[in-house]
């Protein structure tokens, strides 16, 4: 599933082609992604000018100037696809339309924007711009990592009751907004903290330290084009870098690159948990 850097990544790649310009004609190939298609879709979004694009957790929102936002969400396989373009020195032409090309926007000045989803776990919807906070897939999302609102006092406060392992604490969309399993896993290594230690067990200090580790992650990854595991692509389809830098994800055996002791993998709550055993405590 996408983490927060592909989808800032797939959003920096859409925002040329897309903030500022009318949706010349909008295909809506089908009723359905994971969950039906808003109502008269391809005619709302027809004729609408895209204001800003921007990102909450793992959604891209589409601001229009008639009042609703188009949500985008990537899912496990989905891709925001843009051709038409310039980019650098090359440009971007139109492909032949693919099997499953689910939505296509064609866009003012010549680009297409294009949701490619071939399992169908993406989803769009329309929202009230203003409303969007109370959207069923916003609503209780916690701060974002590079949000004002997420600091050391917060992060500290947060945790302090939380008798879950400190890795799946950092998992809940509650608490932090977009963190992913991927780069908590790279997270903690670097703060040398075990996945399975309890998080009210852990001291004020080293959980603060957590918050600029956090951000230089997410930064790195986001600068790297993310990390391109199985599906991601960003929007002109090339590969992400960050999966070149992690330390420990899907790395189990392979010597730790702080003191060379085998990466172990454990199972945490369904999902795989990668850490040094002796670097971290």
Request: net charge positive; hydrophobic share 40%; glycine share 8%.
């Amino acid at each position: 599933m996408p983490e927060l850097p592909e989808v800032e990544t797939v959003r920096r790649g859409l925002a040329p082609a897309m903030e500022g310009r009318v949706i010349e004609r909008a295909e809506v190939n089908r009723p359905d992604l994971r969950w039906p298609l808003p109502e008269g879709m391809a005619d709302r979004l027809t004729g609408a000018r895209v204001g800003l694009l921007r990102r909450r957790s793992k959604y891209i929102l589409a601001d229009l100037d008639t009042g609703e936002s188009l949500l985008i969400h990537l899912g496990m396989s989905g891709r925001m696809l843009v051709s038409g373009v310039m980019l650098g020195d090359f440009h971007l032409d139109h492909p032949a339309p693919q099997k499953h090309d689910h939505v296509v926007l064609h866009m003012e000045g010549g680009a297409r924007v294009t949701l490619n989803d071939a399992r169908r776990f993406g989803a769009m919807d329309l929202v009230r711009t203003d409303r969007e906070a109370a959207h069923w897939l916003l609503a209780g999302l916690g701060p974002e990592p590079f949000g004002n609102d997420f600091h050391e006092s917060y992060l500290v406060t947060a945790l302090k009751s939380r008798k879950s392992p400190i890795k799946t604490a950092l998992l809940d969309q509650r608490l932090i907004a977009g963190l992913g399993n991927i780069y908590v896993c790279e997270v903690l290594h670097r703060a040398g903290i075990d996945p399975r230690r309890a998080a009210n067990r852990i001291a004020s200090a080293r959980i603060a330290a957590l918050v600029p580790i956090i951000r230089e992650v997410l930064a790195e990854a986001i600068e790297a084009g993310g990390s391109s595991l199985r599906d991601h692509r960003q929007a002109d389809g090339e590969l992400g870098y960050f999966q070149h830098a992690f330390r420990v994800y899907d790395r189990e055996d392979a010597p730790c690159t702080t003191c060379a002791t085998p990466i172990r993998r454990i199972v945490q709550g369904g999902r795989s948990s990668y850490f040094c055993p002796s670097c971290q405590r």
